[in-house]
């Protein structure tokens, strides 16, 4: 069964400071991958997918996330933190494969990112 | 173009009771999907839809009853309240299936049953 980790449940950085959120992944191929973003009392929004080509993707607001084959991750990134991305995080994985049901889209438990000024 | 609308923000209902939060997409989408969302855990599919008519279960589905009449609305029925359905409810829609393409997310269904 397809699982998704991300070991961190809280993370804090200066605004203007770098970061990169992390998520693993269980799953026998590559998958489909992605990033959801969750503002307070907001539901889902897409960051940025992966499906397959390029390693690094780039998604909105200026996050990217490179997908990593040999470790099984895919990690989000963003070079300059801004206070408005304060946020939940979300990574998420789909088969490839087709298992007969709509989704099967599973999310990890999520990453909240606090911003200090 | 509303998107995704869920009704209502927020309810208290009491053990025992039943009510139906309803979802509603304006992009003609045939996926729809509902998700609860508990403290410290991901989403987790309750239910979804692959166009008027045909629904599945998802994850979790017990205690939960949905029904597709129509493109547009996709409600979710709780017959009998427990306090373990105390959670925050989203739906979601997608033109193609979601392991495989971008959901679209309402606001939320805070629910909260003592």
């Known amino acids: 069964a397809q699982s998704v980790t991300q070991p961190d449940i809280h993370i804090t950085v200066s605004e203007g400071a770098s970061l990169e959120l992390r998520c693993n992944y269980s799953y026998g191929a590559t998958p489909y991958l992605f990033w959801y973003v969750q503002s307070p009392g907001q539901g889902l929004q897409l960051l940025l997918k992966y499906f397959s080509g390029d390693t690094l993707v780039q998604g909105i607001k200026g996050f990217e996330a490179e997908f990593k084959r040999s470790q099984s991750s895919f990690n989000l990134r963003k070079p300059s933190v801004h206070w408005s991305d304060a946020a939940e995080y979300f990574c998420a994985v789909g088969p490839i494969i087709n298992t007969g049901t709509a989704s099967k889209l599973t999310f990890g438990t999520g990453t909240r990112l606090q911003v200090t000024l | 173009n509303a998107g995704v609308t869920q009704t209502p923000k927020f309810r208290i209902l009491k053990i025992g009771q039943s009510m139906t939060l309803q979802c509603t997409q304006d992009?003609?989408?045939?996926?729809m999907y509902w998700y609860r969302q508990d403290p410290g855990m991901g989403l987790k599919l309750i239910y979804y839809?692959?166009?008027?008519?045909?629904?599945d279960k998802g994850e979790v589905p017990n205690g939960y009853n949905v029904s597709r009449s129509t493109t547009e609305d996709f409600p979710l029925r709780l017959e009998l309240a427990a306090p373990s359905q105390t959670s925050v409810y989203f739906c979601a829609s997608s033109y193609r299936p979601a392991r495989q393409e971008t959901q679209y997310f309402g606001p939320g269904t805070r629910l909260l049953v003592l």
């Open positions: 839809s692959v166009g008027a008519g045909i629904t």
């Open positions: 992009m003609n989408h045939n996926y």
